[in-house]
Antibody
Framework: QVQLVESGGGVVQPGTSLRLSCAAS????????MHWVRQAPGKGLEWLAV????????YYADSVKGRFTVSRDNSNDTLYLQVNSLRPDDTAIYYC?????????????????WGQGTLVIVSS | DIVMTQSPDSLAVSLGERATINCKSS????????????LAWYQQKPGQPPKVLIY???TRESGVPDRFSGSGSGTDFTLTISNLQAEDGAVYYC????????FGQGTKVEIK
């Protein structure tokens, strides 16, 4: 079945970096654009970034542009999010999510499915 | 960015009754080229990721019970849960995908 499994979260100090991963299985990863979305504890959902199925097109939320970088390795069915200069307000569960339709670019679709998320806590 | 505003923030509904959640976008999410509203609804239960219920404002995702329905167009949308069941207690989010994705703040549905 379609599965997305995030990893790489943890407790880190402000100013440090992390690379989050999302391992995909059960579908042809290289045919789908992928998103990152985060959710601060007890708060709502914030879209972060999208990368097209071929890795050519990348778009970011203004709030993370310049600090976060999305990438993918289609040979290993893995999505990444490099997060730099972490701040306490970056504390959140980070989810990867797939678009429901193959071979489309951009963000003009809903998210389905989502992974279970990886928790990042930024604290000194 | 398009701002999505949900109302109410929370509601308590008795089993078997109807829950209605509203979502308003700061600009129209009706795309002229495909005549579709780029609006989805999600359900999130504690400790779980969101799960899509409705997309294109009114298309129910496969496997979603037909007591969930979506309606509306342009800037005003509604998620209706008819005959509320115990397992429907959750937080519900609307999301627009007309432009850079944005979500409503969420509506918590509690079972009375």
């Amino acid at each position: 079945q379609v599965q997305l499994v995030e990893s790489g979260g943890g407790v880190v100090q402000p100013g440090t970096s992390l690379r989050l991963s999302c391992a995909a299985s059960g579908f042809t990863f290289s045919s789908y654009s992928m998103h990152w979305v985060r959710q601060a504890p007890g708060k709502g959902l914030e879209w972060l970034a999208v990368i097209s199925y071929d890795g050519i097109n990348k778009y970011y939320a203004d709030s993370v542009k310049g600090r976060f970088t999305v990438s993918r390795d289609n040979s290993n069915d893995t999505l990444y999010l490099q997060v730099n200069s972490l701040r306490p307000d970056d504390t959140a569960i980070y989810y990867c999510a797939r678009v429901p339709i193959t071979m489309v670019r951009g963000a003009a679709y809903w998210f389905d499915p989502w992974g279970q998320g990886t928790l990042v806590i930024v604290s000194s | 960015d398009i701002v999505m505003t949900q109302s109410p923030d929370s509601l308590a509904v008795s089993l078997g009754e109807r829950a209605t959640i509203n979502c308003k976008s700061s600009q129209s999410v009706l795309y002229s080229s495909n005549k579709k509203n780029h609006l989805a609804w999600y359900q999130q239960k504690p400790g779980q990721p969101p799960k899509v219920l409705i997309y294109w404002a009114s298309t129910r995702e496969s496997g979603v019970p037909d007591r969930f329905s979506g309606s509306g167009s342009g800037t005003d949308f509604t998620l209706t849960i008819s005959n509320l069941q115990a397992e429907d207690g959750a937080v519900y989010y609307c999301q627009q995908y007309y432009s850079t994705p944005t979500f409503g703040q969420g509506t918590k549905v509690e079972i009375k």
